[in-house]
């Protein structure tokens, strides 16, 4: 096992970790596009920024590169857990490869404090899900990965009024001073969204975590963009946000919508998406496909994205044990 460095990696690195994760997301996500050598460099040298510290491993034998390890460390509430994705290359699988490389990590994340692990997006009754299984794994949640292709959609989808009594703000990368505050109170919302039994819970957001955020994005060159509702009153009862990343000039990736309970009904989710939809293709023609997350247990957000113009492509498990 090596720690990979991908400030460090070299062509023949990015080569070979290309080739295993396209071999092994072409058998494994048939559903999904063909992941590209950019798409590979993007998730390791521009992770997920609110997910927390992103470590991967390579697994070799004989010099020859048959398995990668990506831990993800959680802050701000979720210091107990680690969320581990694991690859084997086809070629080799069904020789306990994956399974030792889940063991080799583990001193690592009790040295961290870590006695939870979950793994996300298995396909559903597939392979990956019944290895975990056999380790003591059990299925907590699920969620759907949708796309939007921009060339398909009928972009008047997008022409919606904001409800009465509410105005929208926006800004790219950081919250204005004056908001920081009401937005990151607002966005405790998210935590209603439904995450099954899944032991991940909404990050404690506060000032603090909001600007050490929007500071992660900076340095990775990751552009960000928010949508806010406000209330008559002033407050802000309900935000969404999209990035977009440097190796992915084609993509934008949706990311938390989320409105206060009290301001729920109004249409406040599908205004502020349809005006963040407008915003950022406007400004980036070249966009060819948006990319959202959803959990299964949330059918308006998915009924939302589909009135919106994004198709389901596939339903993934979410796996979790004790370390």
């Known amino acids: 096992m090596r720690l990979f460095d991908a400030d460090r990696a070299s062509d023949a690195d990015w080569d070979a970790l290309h080739e295993l994760q396209a071999s092994a997301y072409r058998l494994d996500y048939p559903e999904r596009p063909p992941m590209t050598r950019q798409e590979t460099i993007s998730g390791l040298r521009a992770p997920q920024v609110q997910a927390g510290e992103q470590l991967t491993w390579t ?26 994705r694991i690859h084997v290359h086809p070629d080799v699988r069904r020789q306990g490869i994956g399974t030792e490389l889940l063991h080799a990590l583990e001193p690592m994340l009790r040295d961290r404090d870590r006695t939870r692990v979950e793994g996300w997006n298995l396909t559903l009754g597939g392979p ?8 003591g794994f059990r299925i907590v949640h699920s969620a759907v990965l949708q796309i939007m ?3 398909e959609v009928d972009r008047g989808r997008w022409s919606v009024a904001v409800p009465p009594g509410y105005r929208l703000m926006r800004w790219v990368g950081a919250a204005p001073e004056s908001f920081v505050s009401a937005y990151a109170k607002a966005r405790e919302a998210i935590g209603d969204a439904p ?24 340095s990775r060159d990751i552009e960000h963009r928010t949508v806010v509702a406000v209330s008559s009153g002033g407050e802000v009862v309900g935000l969404t946000e999209m990035e977009a990343r440097p190796l992915l000039p084609e993509r934008l990736q949706q990311g938390d919508t989320a409105v206060l309970p009290a301001h729920r009904g109004h249409g406040l989710g599908l205004a502020m998406k349809s005006a963040m939809l407008r915003w950022f293709t406007a400004d980036r023609p070249g966009v060819a496909h948006i990319w959202t997350a959803t959990g299964t247990g949330n059918t308006h957000m998915i009924a939302v994205n589909h009135r919106l113009g994004f198709a389901t492509v596939r339903t993934g498990s979410v796996v979790s044990r004790e370390l």
């Open 195 to 218: 995450l099954g039994e899944s032991e991940f819970g909404a990050p404690d957001w506060s000032v603090d975590r909001v600007r050490r955020i929007e500071a992660s994005y900076r």
């Open 128 to 135: 990956g899900e019944s290895w975990a299984q056999g380790l």
């Open 59 to 84: 697994a070799h034998r004989n010099d020859r590169l048959v398995a990668r390890a990506i831990v993800m460390l959680p802050s701000d509430g979720n210091e107990h857990l680690a969320l581990v």
């Open 149 to 151: 292709e921009l060339s």
